[in-house]
Structure formats: C-alpha cells, structure tokens
C-alpha cells in the first residue's frame, strides 16, 4: 500500500513541528556556567509549612496563627479534623463544630494553655 506523496509530506510537517516545540529555549545560561548564587540568579525559596506545624514541638503552631483559613465547601468529618489538629500537635480537642463558611473550629490545648484552632476545606490548620 502506498500513501500519496501529500499524506507523508504532512506527516513529516507535523512531527517535524511537534519536535522544534518541545526544544524551545526560554532563557540564557549563565556565561561562565556558575551556579545562579554567583550569576545573581534567583534562589530557592523555602516557606515555612504554617497549616502542620511540627508535632515533636507544639510551639511551631505559634507560626500557624498567622495562617489564614479559606471559606469552602468542608468534607471533612469531625474525626479527620480532630486527627488533622492532633498530627499538628494540639492536644485535647475539644467543641468541634463547622461553621457556615466551611471552617471547623475548636478549642484545644497547645503548651498547657488553651486556644482556639480551626481548619479550612484544605486541611490547613491554625490557631485563631
């Protein structure tokens, strides 16, 4: 079976384009290949995770207070919340209930003090 020249010809066209497409360049080297600290490049960004703060010191939810819990559609149940504020290192949670934005909150105990916590639809945690 043969294609017609005009069938292989588009053929070639496409796959040629599809190639050139995946090798563009977006950007320069650095001239000298240093690492992008000497050529002034832009460094790695690291945040700190303020929705889980870390379990093995309580007092990193400090952090989480600041954290801003975003209105929606809620599909966690109370014992997956309950967990969430526990893995973050809240201890005796108590008094969940969701509100009309989505937002479960609580009190719990963080350093032997009482505070209120919440969690968003996204499973961020924090102290309000």
């Known amino acids: 079976m043969r294609l017609p020249l005009s069938t292989l010809t588009v053929f070639a066209i496409l796959s040629a384009s599809s190639a050139i497409a995946q090798t563009s360049v977006?950007?320069?080297p650095a001239p000298?290949?240093?690492?992008?600290?000497?050529?002034g490049g832009q460094k790695a960004v690291t945040r700190p995770n303020t929705d889980r703060p870390d379990a093995n010191n309580p007092a990193s939810a400090g952090a989480a207070s600041s954290a801003k819990l975003e209105e929606g559609a809620n599909s966690f149940t109370e014992d997956q919340t309950r967990k969430r504020l526990e893995d973050a290192g809240y201890k005796e949670v108590k008094e969940l209930k969701k509100n009309d934005k989505g937002?479960?909150?609580?009190?719990a105990m963080l350093n032997g003090k009482s505070v209120t916590v919440g969690?968003?639809?996204k499973g961020n945690v924090a102290a309000q």
């Open 119 to 121: 969690v968003d639809f």
């Open 103 to 107: 937002i479960w909150q609580g009190k």
């Open 32 to 39: 000298d290949a240093s690492t992008s600290e000497k050529s």
């Open 26 to 28: 977006t950007g320069q």
